[in-house]
Nanobody, 125 residues
Framework: QVQLVESGGGLVQAGGSLRLSCAAS????????MGWFRQAPGKEREFVAA????????YYADSVKGRFTISRDNAKNTVDLQMNSLKPEDTAVYYC??????????????????WGQGAQVTVSS
C-alpha cells in the first residue's frame, strides 16, 4: 500500500519559516517527479512546487518563487519544502504528491497518482 505522509506544518508569524517533509512508503518514486500543492478554504487546490525525478529540475508557482525551495532524497524516498518569508496568504493545507511520469505537466494535480493526507500551515499577520 502506497502512503505519503506529510509532517512539519504548524502556526508561524508572518516573515517566519517552516519546513514540510513528505515520506513515501510502499513503493519508490525515484523515477517520478514529486510535488507540493496547497488548498485554502473555499479555493481550489493549487500548484506550489515540483521537482524532477533526478532533482535536477525544479518548478515553482510565481507566488512562492524566491521564498520556497523544494528538494528530494531518493535514497530516503522523501521530498521537502522549505518555506521562508511566509505570508498570511500562504495559509492553507499543503499536500505532497507523487506518481507523475514522462512529459505530463507537474503543475496539474490530476496528473499525480498518489497524495498525502495534508498538513496545515497557518501564517498569522
Amino acid at each position: 500500500q502506497v502512503q505519503l505522509v506529510e509532517s512539519g506544518g504548524g502556526l508561524v508569524q508572518a516573515g517566519g519559516s517552516l519546513r514540510l517533509s513528505c515520506a513515501a512508503s510502499g513503493r519508490t518514486f525515484s523515477r517520478s517527479a514529486m510535488g507540493w500543492f496547497r488548498q485554502a478554504p473555499g479555493k481550489e487546490r493549487e500548484f506550489v512546487a515540483a521537482i524532477s525525478w533526478s532533482g535536477g529540475s525544479t518548478y515553482y508557482a510565481d507566488s512562492v518563487k524566491g521564498r520556497f525551495t523544494i528538494s528530494r532524497d531518493n535514497a530516503k524516498n522523501t521530498v521537502d519544502l522549505q518555506m521562508n518569508s511566509l505570508k498570511p496568504e500562504d495559509t492553507a493545507v499543503y499536500y505532497c504528491a507523487a506518481g507523475v511520469y514522462g512529459s505530463n505537466s507537474v503543475s496539474y494535480p490530476t496528473n499525480y497518482a498518489y497524495w498525502g493526507q495534508g498538513a496545515q500551515v497557518t501564517v498569522s499577520s
